[in-house]
């Protein structure tokens, strides 16, 4: 079943809205969150179109212990420096598809393969060898890292789970990474500015959802989104979080919203 809480595409919506334009189907993986990619998948086979999975935000995250990112013909991910593991900036791509994976490699050298021999509009995409060997460590302690996001997670829920908010929960079958912990709740703004003056980093993810930015801004209806984007509240679970930040977090939110 279908959950808005989920925070990824309504496969139902997403039937309505493919036209004979459509070219791809670009699911988020929000906050860490699976999309229902069986639902979605099975909807692109149909009308035969592609998948790309947007993984910026989903290292770690699997379902049925197969990463998200590779349900697809294309996985995106990013090692932006707030990221479950970092290089700094850069990112990558997966996929399985020889032929995706040649053209990508010149996509990133100036659409060159050997050098001098531009087939294709490229540009410089290299992920530098210093972001390279950051990540490569980085790699090495991201299983310790998702652990503690985990425990950080499970102990939020626990001491939040009285309040009226909509707390987040895995769905059978995934194991989420705990990007973020994303709450939902009415009185949002003033919640977050209170946390805020008390030192809590908590931030809306994303209280201007992207279809209404100025360079995307169109008439599309998506009221799961706007429902999303005004109530949504991201509350600190990162590694460096302890429990006595977690407590902390928790008295404050009790004494704010029983106010
Ligand atoms: C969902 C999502 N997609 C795409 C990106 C872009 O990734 P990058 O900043 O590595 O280009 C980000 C990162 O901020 C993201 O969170």
């Known amino acids: 079943m279908w959950l808005p809480d989920n925070y990824t595409m309504d496969p139902y919506d997403l039937k309505k809205k493919i036209t004979k ?14 999309s229902y990619m069986d639902e979605i998948s099975e909807i692109a086979d149909r009308h035969n179109i592609d998948v790309v999975e947007d993984a910026a935000q989903s290292l770690g995250t699997t379902y049925k212990k197969k990463q998200s990112g590779t349900f697809s013909r294309l996985g995106c991910f990013s090692m932006y420096a707030a990221k479950v593991m970092t290089s700094g ?8 598809d020889k032929e995706v994976f040649e053209k990508l490699r010149k996509i990133r050298n100036h659409g060159m393969l050997h050098g001098y021999d531009t087939r294709i509009l490229g540009l ?3 992920l530098p060898e210093l972001s390279a060997a950051i ?3 980085q790699m090495k302690k991201l299983p310790k890292f998702l652990k503690k996001r985990e425990h950080n997670a499970k102990i939020l829920t626990e001491l939040l789970d009285d309040l009226n908010f909509i707390l987040p929960r895995e ?6 990474n705990w990007y973020l912990y994303t709450i939902s709740t009415k009185n949002r703004d003033k919640l977050a500015k209170q946390l805020n003056e008390k030192g809590i980093g908590a931030t809306a993810y994303y209280s201007i959802p992207a279809h209404k930015t100025p360079f995307y801004k169109s008439k599309i209806e998506l009221p799961m989104t706007d429902w999303a984007a ?4 991201s509350l600190p679970v990162h590694p460096l979080v302890t429990e006595d930040n977690l407590h902390y977090i928790s008295k404050t939110i009790h004494q704010l919203v029983e106010k």
């Open 135 to 137: 990540a490569k460590i």
């Open 124 to 126: 410089n995409l290299r």
């Open 89 to 96: 900036e850069g990112g990558a791509i997966v996929t399985n």
């Open 230 to 233: 005004s109530t949504v509240l």
């Open 171 to 176: 769905r059978t079958g995934v194991k989420v």
């Open 21 to 34: 334009k459509s070219k791809a189907i670009m699911p988020v993986h929000l906050y860490g969150n699976f």
